[in-house]
């Protein structure tokens, strides 16, 4: 699980399955469309190479892992090496590093995921049944403590896996081998294997716990769990997984803050399967009569959150039409102090969010709420990351660009969990989140040329794997 949503799990009898001989199919490659390049603020060209700095001086280099977060990389995060791969594409774009070096460094990582043990040892392995553990050791890639296998997490990183394949498509032997080993790791994945007893993908699976009780059903993230199930050549789930995963949209279908929307209260929620989809003109079944897309949706979700921080409801400081964005990420800790005459509770990590039912806000703000949201609403998006700069840069803004969080509100002399307190600034994070910093990056590069969009609209997988989903109209009806 990508947010630690990990409930209490319930022990179940599993029939062991064996992975077919992967099928390799030729990679197909047609002109792509020419995009017009945004020119950028020169800040949003900065803070792109400073981020892709992150990936490319902090990955291991034997193994091409990724830390969960910098400077304290306890672990290696599976869904930042999915970012990570996506990041090494666009330096090459963009001309930080070569063609050849990206390639390396791809190869690298995709040949250590290949090669990386696969069983139900509970310390000895990587994974299980094609999914990866959500963490695992930063230099043997073997299960990191108790963490759980997770399907989103391994989405994640298929996502980047197959971008990879898409963009590699030359002929030269080591991107050959690139798009062998991504289809590899992708047929491998063993999709129908988290479904149990009902017809939703279960979040998590752990060798002493088996399945916990939670599965992927509603509106957030997983949006691109189901897509990658659905168009997997070699283990797809039956069509009826994508009903029952639009179920209970309903439930999350309203106004909020003057943006009627499919809400979800964090916005890596509205952000991460866009990474990777363009869902500009695309609809299924859900969305089609709302008469909008789930590009647009993201876009009212992150109105809604600007309209939330300028309402400011809550009284917290800094808040306002250029200091906004809510979503899961560092905090100082788990304590309730005094503010403006009440006890408030703020916290360490967690997914903060504003939603219809449910509000999490202790006044800290993450940069990456609103940095990944540039290509959705940039006309309110880029004069918010460039006020952040401006006001807090200074404490927030180093060597690999925006730190994970601020908080102007926490003035108070106690010990923190994360981070540090700045006098007369507030509380602010000391480390980057990988996962953070791959949305970051991946967004900026959307909006500037569309270059993962443009790959994974060739991608034969993506696309039945939506087809199925039954999104129609828009790119899907091109060849």
């Known amino acids: 699980m990508t947010r630690g949503l990990l409930a209490a799990c319930v022990i179940v009898l599993l029939a062991s399955c064996k992975a077919p001989t992967p099928r390799l199919e030729p990679v ?169 007893h009902a017809i939703d993908i279960r979040m998590a699976w752990s060798p002493e716990g088996q399945f916990g009780s939670h599965d992927w059903r509603g509106y957030n993230e997983a949006m691109l769990v189901y897509v990658l199930a659905l168009g997997s050549p070699s283990f797809p789930v039956a069509t009826r997984t994508w009903d029952a995963w639009t179920s209970d949209y309903y439930l999350a279908w309203g106004t909020l803050e003057g943006q009627t929307h499919l809400t979800f209260g964090p916005l890596f929620g509205h952000q991460f399967s866009a990474v990777w989809i363009d869902y500009r003109g695309i609809k299924d079944e859900f969305i089609w009569p709302q008469g909008i897309d789930y590009f647009e949706n993201s876009r009212r979700a992150t109105l809604a959150q600007r309209a939330y921080a300028i309402r400011n409801p809550l009284d917290w400081k800094g808040y306002g039409p250029n200091i906004w964005g809510i979503s899961a990420c560092d905090g100082p800790g788990y304590m309730a102090l005094p503010y403006l005459g009440q006890t408030r509770q703020f916290y360490s990590y967690v997914a903060r969010g504003v939603g219809l039912t449910e509000v999490i806000d202790d006044g800290t703000i993450a940069p990456t709420a609103a940095i990944a949201s540039l290509p959705f609403a940039p006309e309110v998006v880029e004069p918010a990351v460039r006020a952040m700069h401006d006001k807090y840069g200074r404490h927030i803004y180093g060597k690999y660009g925006f730190v994970d969080a601020f908080n102007p509100s926490f003035d108070y002399d106690v010990p923190v969990q994360h981070g540090k307190r700045v006098r007369g600034v507030g509380w602010v994070a000391t480390d980057y989140l990988g996962i953070d910093q791959g949305a970051i990056i991946s967004m900026i590069e959307n909006h500037r040329s569309e270059l993962i969009w443009t790959v994974m609209k060739r991608d034969p997988y993506v696309r039945r794997g939506l087809q199925r989903a039954g999104f129609e109209g828009g790119w899907l009806t091109q060849p």
């Not at 020419?34 to 020169?42: A, E, Q, T």
């Not at 990587?126 to 989405?155: I, M």
């Not at 590699?168 to 129908?192: C, M, T």
């Open 28 to 196: 197909i490659v047609r002109a792509a469309p020419v995009i017009p390049v945004k020119r950028l603020d020169p800040l949003f060209e900065d803070l792109e190479e400073r981020t892709f700095n992150f990936f490319w001086d902090t990955a291991e280099p034997g193994t091409g892992l990724v830390p969960d977060r910098w400077p304290k990389p306890p672990f290696s995060s599976i869904a930042a090496i999915g970012f990570a791969l996506n990041a090494y594409a666009i330096g090459a774009d963009r001309g930080y590093v070569t063609r050849a070096e990206a390639r390396a460094r791809v190869l690298t990582t995709l040949r250590f995921l290949d090669q990386a043990p696969q069983g139900n040892d509970p310390s000895e392995t990587s994974g299980y049944q094609g999914f990866f553990y959500h963490f695992v050791n930063f230099t043997t890639g073997k299960r990191y403590g108790n963490s759980e296998l997770s399907t989103v997490d391994t989405a994640l990183l298929m996502a980047g896996v197959l971008f990879m394949r898409g963009y590699f498509d030359g002929d030269h032997p080591e991107e050959i081998e690139i798009r062998k080993l991504a289809e590899s790791l992708y047929q491998r994945v063993n999709w129908p294997w988290a479904i149990e």
